[in-house]
């Protein structure tokens, strides 16, 4: 999962497994959550995004799931192919106020062919 | 698909000169955002805008300034470029302060 430091956290795996990624989020007011995909020397990608007010969505081959209890947001990736590979990170959207995303540090995913 | 288009992939400046970043969005959001991205510290606000000649300061405002004539283009500008302002630039648009859509980024090295 995401922590604090110079080095991204990085998740390897192999193709055709299935990947989680876990971010913690700090704002219990936060309203709306979105996983984005960044390969390397591109811009962040959307992946799939998630209300407060649901704990779990689907998506083709991802799901995200949402714990507001313990502040916790996670990426699944179904059947991981060397195309997933990328930085993962996560976005909080606080309700009210300026509606500016915190965004998280990011996981390095590395599938292995 | 929406696209946010950045001027330069890669840009090399001398420090003190002037530096222009553009960004042009096509699907006429309100909302244009800059970011600067470097390693261990994730995406940083510099600036953001939610209307034509309306600007907003970010998390890191200081040494950069934004213009914003006409609603789908939003230009980064450093006065006088520092090494420390050495970083990947991200240009992002949004309709509803929600879902954000990225530019491909703008790498900048300052000699």
């Known amino acids: 999962g995401e922590s604090v430091g110079l080095h991204l956290p990085t998740l390897s795996v192999q193709e055709g497994d299935n990947s989680i990624i876990n971010c913690a989020y700090s704002?219990?007011?936060?309203?709306?959550f979105i996983w984005y995909k960044q390969e390397s020397g591109k811009g962040p990608q959307f992946i799939i995004d998630?209300?407060?007010?649901?704990d779990k969505r689907q998506g083709q081959r991802v799901t995200v799931l949402l714990n507001k209890t313990v502040k916790h947001l996670s990426l699944q990736i179904a059947a991981t192919q060397p195309g997933d590979s990328a930085v993962y990170f996560c976005a909080e959207i606080p309700s009210g106020g300026s509606y500016i995303p915190t965004f998280g540090r990011g996981t390095s995913l590395i599938v292995h062919p | 698909d929406v696209k946010v288009t950045q001027s330069s992939r890669y840009l090399v400046k001398r420090t003190g000169e002037k530096v222009f970043l553009e960004c042009v969005q096509d699907m006429d959001h309100e909302n244009m955002f800059w970011y600067r991205q470097d390693p261990g510290l994730g995406l940083r606000l510099i600036y953001f805008?939610?209307?034509?000649?309306?600007?907003e300061k970010g998390d890191i405002p200081e040494g950069y300034s934004v213009s914003r004539e006409k609603k789908e283009r939003f230009s980064l500008i450093l006065e006088s470029a520092s090494t420390n302002q050495t970083s990947m630039y991200l240009c992002?648009?949004?309709?509803?302060?929600?879902?954000?859509?990225f530019g491909p980024g703008t790498r900048l090295t300052v000699l």
């Open positions: 998630i209300r407060s007010n649901m």
């Open positions: 805008s939610y209307d034509v000649k309306m600007k």
């Open positions: 704002n219990s007011a936060s309203d709306y």
């Open positions: 992002a648009s949004s309709l509803d302060m929600n879902k954000q859509f």
